[in-house]
């Protein structure tokens, strides 16, 4: 059974540093470097921060950054702000051709 | 403006049927897989089928296969969702989401507004 698991919460200060961790099964990652996270604020559409584990897609800061070693994706963000303040949600293509979705971080800024 | 834009959300017993919409405009549809990814109320995001840019390949997760089907009409810029079946644990808003490459990258850039299906009795 294929799985993404993630922290359920997270929480920092203004201008530290944070990392969420997504550690999935072998047959969640497949094998493959189609890691991607979405930032999601309530009542908003998600919205693509990183893909292929570390590349950042046109306007997002590069605050955000993405790694992956062995079994677990990592984000982190630098210099947190207020606004980052919302759901976080890794997912991947699996080797079951298709994709899953970990169970979301919710990230708050004290 | 690149925009998706669902619609055909609504209530529906146990058992019914809904069709739903996602027109796409500020693109070229038909260079792009899109997918369905769908979020229950209080849950996180699931992704639910995808389908390619010719609907050459088409796929579903577990919990709807055989009662989803996914379709296009890249003449009509539009995505479908065929929900067949519906039961109580479909209910969630559902997004359209692009992918983010011609060339299929399983990262989704562009999201609809997303449309709420709510199967009650």
């Known amino acids: 059974q294929s799985a993404l698991t993630q922290p359920a919460s997270v929480s920092g200060s203004p201008g530290q540093s944070i990392t969420i961790s997504c550690t999935g099964t072998s047959s969640a990652f497949g094998g493959y470097n189609y890691v991607s996270w979405y930032q999601h604020h309530p009542g908003k559409a998600p919205k693509l921060m990183i893909y292929?584990?570390?590349n950042r897609p046109s306007g997002v800061s590069n605050r955000f950054s993405g790694s992956k070693s062995g079994s677990t994706a990592s984000l982190t963000i630098s210099g947190l702000q207020a606004e980052d303040e919302a759901d976080y949600y890794c997912?991947?293509?699996?080797?079951?051709?298709?994709?899953?979705f970990g169970g979301g971080t919710k990230l708050t800024v004290l | 403006e690149v925009q998706l834009v669902e619609s055909g959300g609504g209530l529906v017993k146990p058992g019914g049927s809904l069709r739903l919409s996602c027109a796409a405009s500020g693109f070229t549809f038909s260079t792009y897989s899109i997918n369905w990814v769908r979020q229950a109320p209080g849950k996180g995001l699931e992704w639910v089928s995808s389908i390619s840019r010719t609907s050459s390949y088409i796929y579903y997760a577990d919990s709807v296969k055989g009662r989803f089907t996914i379709s296009r009409d890249n003449a009509k810029n539009s995505l479908y969702l065929q929900m067949n079946s519906l039961r109580a644990e479909d209910t969630a808003v559902y997004y359209c989401?692009?992918?983010?490459?011609?060339?299929?990258?399983?990262?989704?850039?562009?999201w609809g507004q997303g449309t709420m299906v709510t199967v009650s009795p």
């Open positions: 989401a692009r992918d983010v490459s011609v060339t299929t990258l399983y990262a989704f850039d562009i």
């Open positions: 997912s991947s293509y699996t080797s079951g051709a298709s994709v899953l």
């Open positions: 292929e584990v570390s």
